[in-house]
């Protein structure tokens, strides 16, 4: 069953936030720490799908999905600030002016106030899959809940966050290849891509919530990796 997927996920989610938590007590650096952020409800947002249809339509499964909608769009841009921090911590030159962490400071900002307008203007809509039942802004053919369900209506908010994130961590994924040898970063985000770019009416968005710990993995062994050799080279 679908929701049992979610729960599964959610349970990988929770062990990933508890690993990056030790991390972050043990290297305390702003590039665990400011990747590790989405990570705190992460595990929530699966698991608000995964109850859903034991909860039911009404106020209680609207408040949870209120909740997950708005720790996404708030926590996931802090990752650009991350990747900023990242490249400090390994040394680079470039990233070492105040203005380039500005701009990534900046990038992030935008995206969650642009993210955060939208949903405050949005109203969400019971959203069905299988077995799963959450709320969504828009209502499509294969998400509606009834026969008599309005299709389309409602607002589809893009995800041009993630995307533009999923394509930066490439990017800066292939810069530390090039230049101190970590593989890891591009190939872990390009197999999440893959993830993220299988269809949800015929999947549900099960595929698209598995490829976020692939990412989060791959991020954290990075910003471990580089917390590691920062610490190497301090002794």
């Given at each position: 069953m679908l929701s049992i997927a979610y729960?599964?996920?959610a349970v990988l989610?929770?062990?990933?936030?508890?690993?990056?938590?030790?991390?972050?007590?043990?290297?305390?650096?702003?590039?665990?720490?400011f990747t590790s952020l989405p990570l705190l409800l992460l595990w929530y947002d699966n698991f608000t799908v995964g109850v859903g249809s034991k909860i039911g339509e009404g106020d209680l499964l609207l408040a949870m999905n209120n909740v997950r909608f708005i720790a996404h769009y708030v926590s996931l841009p802090m990752i650009f600030i991350g990747v900023g921090a990242l490249a400090r911590e390994a040394g680079f030159g470039w990233a070492q002016r105040k203005w380039v962490m500005g701009i990534f400071c900046v990038v992030a900002t935008f995206f969650i106030l642009d993210d955060l307008w939208q949903f405050y203007q949005a109203t969400l809509y019971p959203s069905c899959f299988a077995d799963t039942l959450r709320?969504?802004?828009?209502?499509?053919?294969?998400?509606?809940?009834?026969?008599d369900a309005?299709?389309?209506?409602?607002?589809?908010?893009?995800p041009?966050?993630?995307?533009?994130l999923t394509f930066t961590l490439i990017a800066f994924?292939?810069?530390?290849?090039?230049?101190?040898?970590?593989?890891?970063l591009p190939i872990g985000a390009i197999v999440a891509m893959v993830f993220?770019?299988?269809p949800y009416s015929s999947t549900g968005g099960i595929f698209s919530n598995i490829g976020e710990?692939?990412?989060a993995i791959t991020v954290l062994l990075t910003a471990t990796y580089i917390a590691r050799r920062r610490e190497a080279a301090a002794v």
């Open positions: 729960i599964g996920v989610d929770f062990a990933i936030l508890v690993w990056a938590a030790r991390a972050c007590l043990r290297y305390r650096t702003n590039g665990l720490i709320y969504t802004t828009r209502i499509a053919e294969y998400t509606a809940c009834s026969p309005d299709i389309g209506v409602g607002t589809r908010i893009l041009y966050p993630a995307i533009t994924g292939f810069y530390l290849w090039y230049k101190i040898g970590w593989k890891w993220f770019a299988i710990p692939i990412l």
